[in-house]
């Protein structure tokens, strides 16, 4: 089954610091891949995603994600935190699977 | 935004008591799901839908029962809810199940 793990409950970064959130993956095909963000408050939108092809995925609001195979990683990148990216962060398998725990976010001034 | 509506948003209900839940979405996708969101357990998958009067189980199904008799409504039971279903629900939808999910606004319900 596809199952995927978030190791970090919770993150604080400064503002303007870089960001890296990880997921690793544990199935043995080419996995499909999502990262989703969620505010306080809201439903969940997704970030980015990978099917196959460049293993760097760009997304929205300036992150990105590398698939690295030979780590079973699919990690989630910004180079400059803003505060409004204090959130929960989802990496998620698609269909019948449950996302992971997820990773809490946040930034200080 | 995906055209996605929960209902109710809010819900206070008691111990035994039978709820419903109501997914609707205006998207016309395929797939739809139902979750619950509990802190340090992040989003499970409780059903979810593949067609009209196609459903299958998820990771956390048990007390819990699912009815689509049309595309666009998905319906969450609890035959007789408990304080351990005080929850944060979600319904998602996706054209496919290897596409990206599109959620709804939540329902924040509560047993006592």
């Known amino acids: 089954a596809q199952s995927v793990t978030q190791p970090d409950i919770h993150i604080t970064v400064s503002e303007g610091a870089s960001l890296e959130l990880r997921c690793n993956y544990s199935y043995g095909a080419t996995p499909y891949l999502f990262w989703y963000v969620q505010s306080p408050g809201q439903g969940l939108q997704l970030l980015l995603k990978y099917f196959s092809g460049d293993t760097l995925v760009q997304g929205i609001k300036g992150f990105e994600a590398e698939f690295k195979r030979s780590q079973s990683s699919f990690n989630l990148r910004k180079p400059s935190v803003h505060w409004s990216d204090a959130a929960e962060y989802f990496c998620?398998?698609?269909?019948?699977?449950?996302f992971g725990a997820g990773t809490t976010v946040t930034v200080r001034a | 935004d995906a055209g996605i509506t929960q209902s109710p948003r809010h819900k206070v209900t008691e111990t035994g008591t039978p709820v419903t839940l109501r997914c609707h979405q205006t998207?016309?996708?395929?797939?739809m799901y139902w979750y619950r969101q509990d802190p340090g357990h992040g989003l499970r998958l409780i059903h979810y839908?593949?067609?009209?009067?196609?459903?299958d189980k998820g990771e956390v199904s048990d007390g819990y029962s699912v009815s689509r008799s049309k595309t666009e409504d998905f319906l969450l039971t609890l035959e007789s809810a408990t304080s351990s279903q005080t929850s944060v629900y979600f319904c998602?939808?996706?054209?496919?199940?290897?596409?990206?999910?599109?959620f709804g606004p939540g329902t924040r319900l509560t047993v006592l």
């Open positions: 998620a398998p698609p269909l019948e699977l449950s």
């Open positions: 839908s593949y067609g009209v009067k196609d459903t």
């Open positions: 998207e016309n996708h395929r797939y």
């Open positions: 998602a939808i996706s054209e496919g199940g290897y596409n990206e999910q599109f």
